[in-house]
T-cell receptor, first 114, second 110 residues
């Protein structure tokens, strides 16, 4: 019940295209769903996050779509750029519960070709 | 850049040895967590400290232990190192929507 399943494992997109990464979770008690971006040699950095009371959140070229009934959420990167090439992790958590962890997916390596 | 500093950045240890990794933050946040990220995997929660007390732990054996100091810096100690302990160890301050990760310590056990 603690798992977050992420797909695809890797993704190649042409510059200007749309990158889509999907995640599914099992525990309906999760109330916070962030996406992290990680470049080689760096720690994960928060990209965008959503809470289950909304179905979509957009920040610039990045959009999270959230389907509570299906227990799925996805990251869409519009107009993908070579600088977006990185590993992306979805995660789930209980936002305000002390001592709890972020449960991460296994990651998606995105390569944007120019 | 992130305000979370981890040291050392890389180290190599021999199986059976002990290692101490360190984390500090500019903001001195009272909550710090440690994660293990194996190659090609997502980070996995080791434990969390709040005001010098452990208040949450993942599925890691007792040979993984930690400390948080009055200035809110933190240490991760791993005893009896195993080859599978080779990973990137990440420190994060804050919790929930306020997580900020450091760049990690790359530990190689040979």
């Amino acid at each position: 019940q603690q798992q977050v399943k992420q797909s695809p494992q890797s993704l190649i997109v042409q510059k200007g295209g749309i990158s889509i990464i999907n995640c599914a979770y099992e525990n309906t008690a999760f109330d916070y769903f962030p996406w992290y971006q990680q470049f080689p040699g760096k720690g994960p950095a928060l990209l965008i996050a959503i809470r289950p009371d909304v179905s979509e959140k957009k920040e610039g070229r990045f959009t999270i779509s959230f389907n509570k009934s299906a227990k799925q959420f996805s990251l869409h990167i519009m107009d993908s750029q070579p600088g977006d090439s990185a590993t992306y992790f979805c995660a789930a958590s209980w936002e305000n519960q002390a001592g709890t962890a972020l449960i991460f997916g296994k990651g998606t390596t995105l390569s944007v070709s120019s | 850049e992130t305000g979370v500093t981890q040291s050392p950045t890389h180290l190599i240890k021999t199986r059976g040895q002990q290692v101490t990794l360190r984390c500090s933050s500019q903001s001195g946040h009272n909550t710090v967590s440690w994660y293990q990220q194996a190659l090609g995997q997502g980070p996995q929660f080791i434990f969390q400290y709040y005001r010098e007390e452990e208040n949450g732990r993942g599925n890691f054996p007792p040979r993984f232990s930690g400390l948080q100091f009055p200035n809110y810096s933190s240490e991760l100690n791993v005893n009896a190192l195993e080859l599978d302990d080779s990973a990137l160890y990440l420190c994060a301050i804050g919790q929930g929507s306020g997580y900020t990760f450091g760049s990690g310590t790359r530990l190689t056990v040979v």
